[in-house]
């Protein structure tokens, strides 16, 4: 059975910069294969798309994370990684991972505070 496991969050000031990794409990082979994503869900919303990495390589970012959020991956580690600059308060979130359009993590939070 895949599993997916994030973690990086943590408490982080407003400006500051976190990386959250997700780690997938697959082979290398099928991990290749799969579309990662990031999602975010604040207390009382929605869950939202933050960032999504195609297996081609192909990136797209939610308007609020263009330009400070980057998605990449290292298949050699069956790891995606969310890099986040600038965070603001309002990126204060639980951040999940979807690998292969199916498979979610259990989520790390993040709470952007002075």
């Known amino acids: 059975q895949v599993q997916v496991v994030e973690s990086g969050g943590g408490l982080v000031q407003p400006g500051g910069s976190?990386?959250?990794s997700c780690v997938v409990s697959t082979s290398v082979e099928?991990?290749?294969?799969?579309?990662?994503?990031?999602y975010r869900q604040a207390p009382g919303q929605q869950?939202?798309?933050?960032?999504?990495?195609?297996?081609?390589?192909?990136r797209d970012y939610s308007e609020f994370a263009k330009g400070r959020f980057?998605?990449?991956r290292d298949n050699s580690k069956n790891t995606a990684?969310?890099?986040?600059?600038s965070l603001?308060?309002?990126?204060?979130a639980v951040y999940y991972c979807l690998a292969a359009g199916i498979f979610w993590?259990?989520?790390?939070?993040?709470?952007v505070s002075p």
Not at 88 to 92: D, Q, Y
Not at 105 to 111: A, K, M, P, Y
């Open 47 to 58: 869950r939202e798309l933050v960032a999504e990495l195609s297996r081609l390589g192909r």
């Open 18 to 20: 976190l990386r959250l």
């Open 88 to 92: 603001k308060l309002e990126g204060t």
């Open 81 to 85: 990684y969310l890099q986040m600059n």
């Open 70 to 72: 980057t998605i990449s």
């Open 30 to 38: 099928e991990f290749e294969t799969m579309g990662m994503s990031w």
């Open 105 to 111: 993590g259990q989520g790390t939070q993040v709470t």
